[in-house]
């Protein structure tokens, strides 16, 4: 089981970015699927959801409004798209299926600043 990410990088607050991931080794679309963020010093932290089939989302408040995240089943890829982003939202972002408790993949990184 493998989770590649990608689409991190260098943006201005206010920004946006789109995040991908693509996994493999799994029957993608059997499974919930999240994003997590670490910040260093600080625990990897859950800030989005998505069911199986994209009809449900939930997220962090801390990025409500702001983030939404999607998955394409047929292609086996999780997608966050971000925007309005905020100093606050660098860090170390990662996909993640809860089923497969210590699978992670190497993450990409975001840095909003100006």
């Known amino acids: 089981i493998r989770f590649v990410e990608s689409g991190g990088g260098l943006v201005h607050p206010g920004g946006s970015l789109r995040l991908s991931c693509a996994a493999s080794?799994?029957?993608?679309?059997?499974?919930?699927m999240t994003w997590y963020r670490q910040v260093p010093g600080k625990e990897r932290e859950r800030i989005a959801g998505?069911?199986?089939?994209?009809?449900?989302?939930d997220y962090a408040d801390s990025v409500k409004g702001r983030f939404t995240i999607s998955r394409d089943n047929a292609k086996d890829e999780l997608y966050l798209e971000m925007n309005s982003l905020k100093p606050e939202d660098t860090g170390v972002y990662y996909c993640?299926?809860?089923?497969?408790?210590?699978?992670w993949g190497q993450g990409t990184q975001v840095t909003v600043s100006s």
């Open positions: 993640h299926a809860p089923v497969y408790s210590t699978v």
């Open positions: 998505i069911t199986t089939g994209g009809g449900s989302q």
């Open positions: 080794g799994l029957t993608f679309g059997a499974y919930t």
